[in-house]
């Protein structure tokens, strides 16, 4: 089924579920109001942007700006408890009416999907210390060889294949084995092989310490159509069959893990890092095509932050491209429409996003006193299990000749389609199950530009959905095996009544495409617009080192530099990339 459920739960009365809470800046770690000189100025305090500042602070002196505070203050327990992730964040409303949370979200707009209803999009991205990393849904996976081969050869370093990679997936992830006692569930233990994973730190990545049993039913189900168990799960370069997943958990105390209580609490103990919170990065300055400084407003108070080697932008897909263009970094009629001057016309800035379709669906009754004292039940519990393949043949017959050819173009252990399970609450009270389906790419590109010469106008983004018909046309293969599932016999040994979304009178395919532009929403897997490539390529905004063409002593260091969306899903990507760069960075590449 495809369809997005928002809840909102409020806890007002309750103290904090958790003791665990950020370890906040030393005051000699806020970074004044005032001119700085740095080795590096890092824009952005998101996944990517804590992470490569936190390994560079390990050899030099390193400022983050960052536009927000801590999350687990200004949003609470909805940002920290897992199960809340999924029921309780209610600025991932993609709504045009999403509840305003401007302390912690940028509230973005979309332009209207002219071919998915005309709708506005909310994106929600995380204006806080974490990023996003505060707001997602913590699945942790990776992508497959292929796909990073992929990437490799398109950026012209074979530094991006998958066996040069692990070791910087490993570097960051602490993993605990599951804790079989909690989850009390002998039909959910996962597997996985443990070779993908080392000492690694400082990240924690732990399994739910309870298993809906509802899910594990719904798992049954994608089982019983042959989308078995893998034995290696998700994090040894393949994604086929299903597995249960691991999450950005702390295992100890059950709540959030995110670049700012792994990497930013790292860097606090062990290092001179300097953070500017509540802090907008203005514009990039540049002297003869050299990134010199930042400037910065902090509630009025303008100032500059100068790098003696590099500035970084981790802005995320959004953002990134902004302050680039409004630096003076971009296509040069975009930036000349807006009296920029042009540093580097750079044609593909903005260009190229890729924004995978999706569900998120989720929801179970409270069970507080579990949660405080043991660190367990419903509410320690986040992502659980999903499911990768290719399309059977029968499905595949079902597809345009158009959809076929760009299927072709993939590696051939690229899964064509994710099926994700989820449980929540109807109104009576019962459990509601949902078997979803995801595309684990999209043939369809949007774009962001400016509206003008100011970061504080926010940037113009059109997510593109459905301009290419594969997309629609791999939805409605989805919603089609997403109804195998539900008749299978372990979904109907739990089904109550008919289909109800999107129903049974949505037979045709037709109808169901009708459905599907209606209904779908984004995965928050947006990325590419700073994208990787080769020197040369007109389109490529950045090289294999993440350093911009044309300029010197700027680098972007995020997901807005993905050559492309790679199949799974991208935090555990991000994070290596932070590694990888800083890497490169350390050893003067």
């Known amino acids: 089924?495809?369809?997005?459920?928002?809840?909102?739960?409020?806890?007002?009365?309750?103290?904090?579920?958790?003791?665990?809470?950020?370890?906040?800046?030393?005051?000699?770690?806020?970074?004044?109001?005032?001119?700085?000189?740095?080795?590096?100025?890092?824009?952005?305090?998101?996944?990517?942007?804590?992470?490569?500042?936190?390994?560079?602070?390990?050899?030099?002196?390193?400022?983050?700006i960052e536009a927000g505070g801590y999350y687990q203050v200004d949003y609470g327990n909805a940002s920290v408890v897992p199960l809340l992730a999924l029921t309780g964040i209610d600025v991932i409303d993609?709504?045009?009416?999403?509840?305003?949370?401007?302390?912690?979200?940028?509230?973005?707009?979309?332009?209207?999907?002219?071919?998915?209803?005309?709708?506005?999009?909310?994106?929600?991205?995380?204006?806080?210390?974490?990023?996003?990393?505060?707001?997602?849904?913590?699945?942790?996976?990776?992508?497959?060889?292929?796909?990073?081969?992929?990437?490799?050869d398109s950026v012209g370093d074979q530094s991006y294949k998958f066996s040069n990679l692990l070791p910087f997936f490993k570097r960051s992830v602490r993993l605990t084995p599951p804790n079989l006692a909690k989850r009390n569930a002998a039909n959910a233990t996962p597997e996985y092989d443990p070779t993908a994973f080392g000492n690694g730190s400082p990240l924690d990545v732990s399994w739910n310490n309870w298993v809906d049993p509802t899910l594990t039913w719904l798992a049954k189900s994608c089982q019983a159509i042959g989308l078995t168990i893998n034995p290696k799960g998700f994090s040894s370069g393949e994604l086929k069959g299903g597995a249960w997943i691991p999450s950005t958990i702390d295992p100890e105390h059950a709540t959030r893990e995110s670049s700012q209580t792994s990497f930013l609490e790292y860097a606090i103990a062990n290092t001179e890092i300097k953070v500017f919170p509540h802090s907008q990065a203005t514009k990039i300055l540049f002297k003869d095509k050299k990134a010199k400084a930042v400037s910065v407003n902090n509630n009025g108070t303008q100032y500059s932050l100068a790098a003696t080697k590099e500035v970084i932008v981790s802005g995320g897909v959004f953002h990134s491209p902004q302050i680039l263009m409004v630096s003076g970094v971009g296509p040069a009629s975009t930036l000349q429409a807006h009296n920029i001057p042009v540093v580097a016309d750079l044609p593909g800035v903005g260009q190229n996003l890729q924004d995978p379709l999706t569900v998120n669906v989720a929801n179970f009754p409270d069970a507080l006193r579990q949660y405080r004292e043991e660190a367990a039940g419903p509410y320690s519990s986040a992502a659980g299990y999903m499911s990768f393949e290719r399309l059977s043949t029968q499905l595949r017959n079902t597809l345009s000749n158009a959809t076929k050819t760009e299927l072709a173009k993939l590696p051939s252990d690229w899964p064509e389609l994710q099926l994700l399970v989820g449980t929540f609450l109807s109104s009576d009270g019962g459990s509601v199950g949902a078997i979803g389906a995801a595309?684990?790419?999209?043939?369809?590109?949007?774009?962001?530009?400016?509206?003008?010469?100011?970061?504080?106008?926010?940037?113009?983004?059109?997510?593109?959905?459905?301009?290419?018909?594969?997309?629609?046309?791999?939805?409605?293969?989805?919603?089609?095996?997403?109804?195998?599932?539900?008749?299978?016999?372990?979904?109907?040994?739990?089904?109550?009544?008919?289909?109800?979304?999107?129903?049974?009178?949505?037979?045709?395919?037709?109808?169901?495409?009708?459905?599907?532009?209606?209904?779908?929403?984004?995965?928050?897997?947006a990325s590419s617009t700073c994208s990787m490539g080769k020197k040369g390529d007109r389109m490529a905004v950045v090289d294999?080192?993440?350093?911009?063409?044309g300029v010197e002593s700027l680098r972007v260091v995020d997901i807005s530099v993905f050559p492309f969306t790679p199949p799974g899903h991208p935090q555990s990507s991000v994070y290596m990339l932070a590694e990888k760069i800083a890497d490169d960075i350390k050893n003067r590449i």
């Open 439 to 525: 595309l684990t790419t999209v043939a369809s590109r949007g774009s962001v530009s400016i509206t003008s010469a100011s970061i504080s106008d926010p940037p113009v983004i059109d997510l593109g959905w459905f301009k290419n018909p594969t997309d629609g046309d791999l939805l409605v293969a989805g919603v089609k095996r997403a109804r195998q599932a539900w008749n299978s016999a372990p979904a109907q040994s739990i089904r109550v009544g008919p289909e109800f979304i999107p129903g049974n009178a949505t037979d045709t395919d037709a109808e169901i495409l009708e459905f599907v532009k209606a209904n779908a929403n984004q995965i928050w897997h």
């Open 94 to 152: 993609p709504s045009e009416n999403f509840p305003h949370r401007p302390e912690i979200d940028w509230e973005l707009l979309t332009v209207p999907q002219t071919n998915a209803g005309n709708r506005r999009v909310h994106y929600a991205q995380g204006k806080t210390l974490g990023g996003s990393s505060a707001l997602n849904t913590m699945s942790y996976l990776r992508s497959t060889s292929g796909a990073y081969q992929r990437w490799a």
């Open 544 to 549: 294999s080192k993440a350093k911009v063409f």
């Open 1 to 64: 089924m495809l369809v997005s459920f928002v809840f909102t739960l409020t806890f007002a009365t309750f103290a904090p579920f958790s003791s665990a809470g950020p370890l906040r800046l030393r005051a000699d770690q806020i970074g004044p109001r005032k001119n700085a000189t740095f080795d590096y100025v890092v824009v952005g305090g998101g996944t990517a942007g804590l992470t490569i500042a936190a390994r560079l602070a390990e050899f030099a002196s390193v400022a983050v």
